[in-house]
């Protein structure tokens, strides 16, 4: 096998792993009584490990074996194991061969795994022929009707009761797994003899993280006795290196797995992983009172049976799937009808916006094109959901969407809007631009039936003195909560991927349309504006110097006057255009040093610095992907800005250009310490034309603030004013550190 669990502690931080966690359980170097071993090493085919007990099944001490080859034990076992081939894809090989030993009969079940060949002897209490094709019979016949099975729910308790069936086992539970690894049991076939734990909850804890990456890797497991009576393995000098047991059928169990076993008052268990989309769902868990071993031949059969539930359960929730798309096709093609008549984009988000949150039986919803954001129903502010975006951006983890039951839990600054964003669920759309769909649901109160108290404290088991993280009781304890939402169900979660692609793209096309629109005549009307007054100035000194020609010292002065009002005329043409070209322009990126762009800009404004008897200092700033033309005119700009309204006469000009790391966000500040921006400003200094500062002594059109900010934008950055920094101003520049392609 090319899988092992060694693979879980190698990636896994041991920041992230308590006690019970860290506990590498596939190298026990033990296997449990009612079993022996054998390891090969397949080089040479030598044996270089034994389990101490194997002269009890095989009647050859450990000393005899040791060192040499199977053929010693058995030659048709040797041919056997020549045949095989050491294929990733096979997991355990039963061979044509018993033994048997004080009137048990094993079976020999072997599989290759870290270089070494593992033959393991298991104890069958049911060796008979014929039982094994009643238990295939059967088991054939509880796939069919689980296939058939009208609802999931018939299909789960007809799983149940066939792995009983097959097993013998008292008690068999459908256990699911919980978004937050806790988990229910949610069908149950049992005798008398185990009490029911149909509809209880079980904490994460009561399955180590390393047992649930065992469960994705191995597909079943058994316990045959829960009394802790191990044999050690004794290996081949030189050859006494630990030894991986990942796979391996009879490998030792945890003594905290054992007492947990008796604290149910099981004797012996099976269990088999129930996988959905490589991903571990859940299990089927088998309970006895008695001691017992699960036949080698029924293993298969009861994963067999387990891969045919996963199959109807796909099924199930591809029918679900397929019937809500359906119903979104409908709406698209209701809507697409709607935006066809009338034509109005807005209207028709507006009409949409609360059907979308309807349809996933949301509490609020949140549509977010651009700088646009549409909501319905009850949502966190507008700032919020914003952070909120870029936040999730940071955890989507290589995930196409984020979805959560309890935001809270994982995003602190959530808390305060926990009524209505408890849950959430947020789908990215790359259209024209990057959509965001979200949907809120808010808290519901809960009452959840635990099997025992899961936060009872530790205890020592009597046994073995072990502190051990199981509970002593198992008894039924409800506890009411408030603190997650509704799940957000598979076919609500695929539902949300599919949603009105081809729709939202003609609404983002109609949206980008409708914003060049708007800023076209925006723009033309602020260029009609602000070239106004310089025009009239230029008119007006022409008129008076024809009135005042024949005084030579009125014409200079009107002269000069006119030569201004032309200057300044020529800065806003210049900044109009610059403008104009920027909402048009595609960038040419590349990756750059920041700290050389504002480097470069404080040698170009050398002789203002000067001027000014300004100390500007350069922090260390990141690299990052970026057009380097545009980003050092925002430098120039920002220091610029700074050098021409932060001067004070009684104290000198400081400014420093620094970087922090936000998540996926480079943060460059730019401050001095002059006179700052009045809050209510913040953001009305960012449109065009705007100026804080009315005197024409300190040059400038109004529009270096708005190229800085269509600057950022091309760099899917954005740029701010801090309405919280207090000592001076302070400009924050934004740009991620891997941008869009």
Known sequence: ????????????????????????????????????????????????????????????????????????????????????????????????????????????????????????????????????????????????????????????????????????????????????WSGATIAESRDDRMAPMLGMHFPDTDIPKQVRELMTIVPY?????????????????????????????GRAVSVMHTAYLRNIGASSSFSCSLMDKGKLWGLIACHHVEEAIVPSDSWALAQEIGTALMLRYDQAQRTETADMISQLRRIESNFAAELRQTGDVEDVIKTLVPVLQKFLRADGFAFQYGLNLHTSGETPPPEFIRDLIRWTKDNLTGEDQFQTISLQSIYPDSVPYKDVACGVLVQPIVVHRVCQLIWFRGPITQKVAWAGRPDAKMVADEKTGVTLGPR????????????????????????????????????????????????????????????????????????????????????????????????????????????????????????????????????????????????????????????????????????????????????????AVTSEEDGSWHRILIEDNGPGIPPQYAEQIFEPSQRLVTDDKAEGSGFGLSICAEIAKLHHGRIYADKTFEAGARFVLELPKAPPQ
């Open 472 to 655: 002593t009781s198992f008894d039924k304890w409800v506890n009411e909560h408030n603190d997650q939402s509704l799940p957000w169900e598979e076919a609500e979660l695929q539902a949300a991927r599919e949603i009105f692609q081809e729709f939202l793209d003609i609404i983002s096309s109609q949206l980008l349309l409708k914003e060049e629109n708007s800023s076209l005549r925006r723009f033309a009307h602020m260029a009609a504006h602000d070239l106004k007054a310089p025009l009239r100035g230029i008119s007006s000194a022409l008129q008076w110097m024809e009135e005042d020609e024949a005084d030579p010292a009125s014409v200079e002065e009107h002269r000069h006057l006119a030569a201004q009002q032309a200057k300044k005329l020529q800065r806003l043409t210049e900044s109009l255009l610059e403008l104009a070209v920027l909402q048009e322009q595609k960038p040419k990126m590349a990756t750059v040093d920041l700290g050389e762009l504002a480097q470069q800009a404080v040698e170009l404004l050398g002789h203002d610095i000067a001027a000014a008897g300004a100390d500007v200092q350069i922090g260390g700033l990141p690299s990052c992907v970026a057009a380097p033309d545009l980003l050092i005119r925002v430098f120039l700009n920002l220091i610029g800005n700074a050098l021409k309204y932060g001067r004070s006469a009684d104290r000198a000009l400081r400014i």
């Open 1 to 180: 096998m090319n899988l092992s669990l060694s693979r879980f502690f190698e990636s896994t931080p041991a920041t992230n792993l308590d006690t019970c966690d860290r506990e590498p359980v596939h190298m026990i170097g033990m296997i449990q009584k009612g079993t022996g071993l054998l390891v090969l090493d397949p080089a040479d085919g030598r044996i270089v490990g034994v389990s101490e007990n194997l002269h009890e099944i095989l009647g050859k001490p450990a000393d005899a074996l040791l060192g040499a080859g199977i053929g010693v034990l058995s030659e048709d076992i040797a041919e056997q194991l020549a045949e095989l081939t050491d294929s990733p894809h096979i997991s355990h090989e039963i061979l044509d061969a018993q033994f048997e030993a004080d009137g048990a009969i094993y079976d020999v079940v072997t599989h290759a795994h870290a270089g070494r060949r593992f033959v393991e002897f298991i104890r069958n209490e049911a060796p008979s022929a014929s039982l094994v094709r009643k238990r295939m019979r059967r088991c054939g016949s509880a796939c069919s009707q689980i296939m058939g099975a009208l609802t999931f729910e018939e299909a789960m308790q007809v799983a149940a009761n066939a792995v009983r069936d097959l097993t013998g086992m008292s008690r068999v539970k459908i256990y699911r797994f919980l978004p937050d």
């Open 221 to 249: 497991r058994f316990v045959g006795s829960v009394q802790d009576e191990n044999v050690p393995i004794r290996a081949l000098a030189g050859q006494a290196g630990e030894l991986d047991m990942t796979w391996s059928m």
